[in-house]
């Protein structure tokens, strides 16, 4: 294939600085964390309904839940990867985490420590928002030092070259370049975050936010889906992330929606 451009993939999945060899996929989730906690602690320090250490104290509890929760999700979900070979639940470094469970019980845990520190389900759900998806941003690059997780063949000049042993491994020929969908979703993230903090200034209803979070999101997620070429479960020619994507918007859209539209109908 001649091509006039492409992306190319790391060598190694593995970081070197100095005398330290880090794992890529956990230093890009991690700098993703930092991200994240640095400013939902900043937007709720500015509303006054906590402090960063209030924050970092919630992450201690929300991350390490996500990270559990996310595992769990594609555990159950890729059953078949791990049913003959259980050790392999726990080599996260490899990849695999889902972020639908990551999320459900990251959230969860955050809200549950969050009350304990007398700040509101509402609040922490608004200073969060922004702070989820400027995260997924960061850790999307995690999927291309593991060079995994790639859309499907492409002749752009932003195609995406990975290794011999993975193309193989797809079922293509050496050569073949792929949609890169890790940075497409790592740049629909960023531009998500940006747009949260300038809908922040309009929408005064508490919590809120996170529904325009949780909607903006699969919409864009259903798409990248759509592309992705790893081995999923499907059903009705739509991949099982797909349906979860369309649910949640759903779900989103209506509580979004349905309380304008009934406060509307109220006689005035």
Request: net charge positive; aromatic share 12%; with cysteine.
């Amino acid at each position: 294939m001649n091509v006039l451009a492409f992306i190319p993939s790391p060598g190694t999945g593995v970081l070197q600085l100095g005398p330290l060899k880090l794992n890529a996929y956990g230093a890009m989730i991690a700098l993703g964390v930092v991200a994240a906690v640095w400013l939902s602690g900043r937007r709720l320090e500015k509303r006054g309904a906590g402090t960063r250490e209030d924050m970092s104290a919630i992450a201690l509890w929300g991350v390490p839940a996500g990270v559990i929760g996310g595992r769990l999700y594609h555990v159950v979900t890729d059953w078949e990867l791990f049913s003959d070979h259980p050790e392999r639940i726990f080599q996260i470094w490899k990849g695999g985490l889902g972020i639908w469970g990551g999320i459900f019980l990251g959230v969860i845990v955050g809200l549950w420590e969050g009350r304990r520190r007398g700040i509101s389900a509402s609040m922490l759900l608004t200073c969060v928002a922004p702070a989820l998806p400027l995260a997924q941003s960061i850790g999307r690059w995690g999927n291309w030092f593991n060079q995994e997780l790639f859309g499907k063949p492409t002749t752009l000049p932003w195609g995406l070259e990975v290794s011999a042993f993975h193309t193989k491994q797809a079922g293509y020929p050496v050569g073949t370049l792929f949609h890169p969908t890790f940075l497409y979703e790592s740049l629909a993230c960023l531009a998500l975050c940006g747009l949260l903090l300038l809908l922040d200034k309009a929408e005064k209803r508490p919590g809120y936010l996170f529904l325009y979070y949780t909607a903006g999101y699969t919409l864009f997620r259903f798409f990248i889906e759509g592309l992705r070429i790893d081995p999923a479960h499907s059903a009705g020619g739509l991949r099982l992330n797909q349906w979860v994507s369309i649910v949640v918007f759903a779900v989103s859209v209506s509580m979004l929606v349905l309380p304008r539209r009934a406060k509307s109908d109220l006689p005035a």
